[in-house]
């Protein structure tokens, strides 16, 4: 039976099939798949005799009920015998993600003296007189901690230390590949507060930055609050802020498309948890007209009890209409809808209700909070957190770079004015004359989007106080990243939150080529 959910290569799988030597058999065999509503990626012949054929047949399904649903139709074909199926996505985390490797060649005595005892010792008494040198002449100066609990994995729930390992070390992974800072997961067997704060101050000296992931609101702001007046390094809640980053970048180059200020639109917000509140206070930041918070207790506003303290805050700064009704209603004649909360709970007839030229940014991930293909009928540009849909807003298009700048800056905190200088350097990586309603952010694997968030990262960091001076540097910490030091300033890019005054948008353009 076919499937109206959206295949992904994350539940694609392998099925080892033994057909009859017919010449239809294989075609018998693809049909069937794109029947039940997989994708086929890749057939190979495995093996063969006069009377049978043995494929491994590769398809995309939606999840892995549908994996399974696959399987059966494919066993109900007359001759079809499936000898094995092999989950894809378990076959590569098989033995884990990332591992250790030196740096340097141990290949005889005379490097292993230099590299350990007794030549270790002259490089650990040196870092005893002067501390600052640590940065310096250990991994402290590129090695980044990926802290969790697991309270609040993905948007699977409180899953423990244990169960958010893979994607701590997926983290790692991507740290590495995208910004080449090495990052090693620390998942603790603990959610409360004060015990995690105790455990990553402890830790800390080791690394020269702290990313947090997957801590579950509002701990994760009591946390990270805490954290970050005890130490000198940068901490940075990746749910939140990297979140807030990629939003903002697509926001700016969305409103480029549409032609609208940020200053004149009205944005609501399904979701207050981590990742909403800081897209919200980022907006404010960045001066946006209005917001509106959505979350469990409906619309916050103010005189709404029951409130945390976050909520709170956000009643007193957001909807200055305050708004009292349902999401649907919320976004009659809103301007943009950025959801980052739960599948399935728009219609195709809500984004209809709002402005013309409407933005919707439906980030539940896997199942958005309105089907894309629903809300492009009405939609003048659609997002989601999913890689088989156009404008795919992700995590790594930020937190790569983010570390990168921090790391060469020798930055003690994170700031908000980094976290807007990344925002411009993600929007302005795609370009004014590239960007279209299905091309506001550029890809993750474009290489220009590292070294420019890095570079304006690091400007922010040296423009402010959040960068360290260290006693000790042979050569500055730039100089020692030629990729990332040959990126122009991106502080020097136009302002974040509008399209320049004057300018035609990207509809306009198009109007005009029409006629």
Not at 235 to 247: K, L, S, Y
Not at 275 to 303: E, M, N, S
Request: proline fraction near 6%; aromatic fraction near 4%; charged fraction near 20%.
């Amino acid at each position: 039976m076919a499937t109206t959910r959206l295949p992904s290569a994350g539940f694609s799988i392998t099925i080892r099939i033994s057909i009859p030597a017919d010449a239809s058999a294989i075609g018998r065999l693809t049909t069937c798949v794109g029947d039940a509503g997989a994708i086929v990626t890749a057939l190979d012949v495995v093996d063969s005799d006069p009377v049978s054929v043995v494929v491994d047949l590769t398809c995309d399904t939606a999840d892995a009920a549908h994996a399974d649903d696959v399987v059966k139709e494919l066993e109900a074909l007359d001759g079809v015998e499936v000898r094995k199926v092999s989950d894809r996505t378990f076959l590569l985390h098989l033995g884990g993600k990332i591992e250790v490797a030196p740096k340097v060649s141990l290949r005889n005595r005379d490097e292993l003296s230099r590299a350990y005892t007794p030549g270790v010792a002259r490089v650990c008494l040196a870092i005893a007189d002067n501390p600052a040198d640590a940065r310096r002449l250990t991994i402290k100066r590129n090695t980044v901690a990926v802290v969790t609990d697991g309270s609040a994995v993905l948007g699977l729930g409180n899953l423990g230390p244990a169960a958010a390992l893979p994607v701590m070390e997926g983290k790692a992974a991507l740290f590495k590949r995208f910004g080449d800072v090495d990052a090693w997961p620390v998942v603790l067997d603990t959610q409360d507060p004060d015990e995690i704060v105790s455990i990553v101050r402890a830790i800390a000296p080791g690394y020269g930055g702290i990313n947090l992931e997957d801590i579950a609101a509002p701990r994760c702001f009591e946390i990270e609050s805490k954290l970050r007046e005890l130490l000198d390094i940068p901490v940075f809640h990746d749910d939140q802020h990297g979140t807030a980053i990629c939003v903002l970048a697509a926001l700016t180059n969305a409103l480029r498309v549409v032609g609208k200020q940020l200053s004149d639109v009205r944005v609501v917000v399904s979701g207050a948890g981590a990742a909403g509140t800081a897209i919200i206070k980022l907006l404010l930041r960045q001066g946006v007209g209005d917001v509106i918070a959505y979350d469990r207790p409906g619309a916050l506003h103010q005189g709404l009890s029951g409130l945390n303290p976050t909520w709170q805050w956000l009643a007193e700064h957001t909807n200055s209409t305050g708004y009292a009704g349902d999401l649907p209603g919320a976004l009659r004649g809103a301007d943009v809808f950025i959801g980052v909360s739960a599948p399935n709970l728009l219609t195709g007839d809500d984004i209809a209700a709002m402005a013309p030229d409407s933005i919707v940014f439906a980030l539940a991930n896997p199942d958005p909070e309105v089907d894309p293909r629903e809300a492009r009928r009405h939609a003048a540009v659609v997002a989601t957190g999913r890689s088989d849909q156009p404008n795919q807003i992700n995590n790594v298009l930020a937190f790569p770079g983010v570390f990168r700048g921090m790391l060469d800056a020798h930055a003690e905190s994170f700031t908000d004015d980094m976290a807007l200088a990344a925002a411009r350097a993600i929007a302005d990586v795609v370009g004014e004359d590239r960007i279209n309603p299905t091309v506001i952010v550029p890809s993750v694997f474009d290489p220009r989007v590292a070294p420019a968030v890095a570079a304006a990262v690091r400007a922010a960091a040296q423009a402010s106080d959040a960068a360290a001076q260290p006693a000790v540097v042979a050569q500055p910490a730039v100089a020692e990243q030629p990729a990332v030091a040959e990126q122009p300033a991106v502080a020097e890019q136009p302002a974040v939150a509008t399209a320049p005054a004057g300018v035609t948008t990207i509809q306009q353009r198009s109007a005009a080529a029409d006629n």
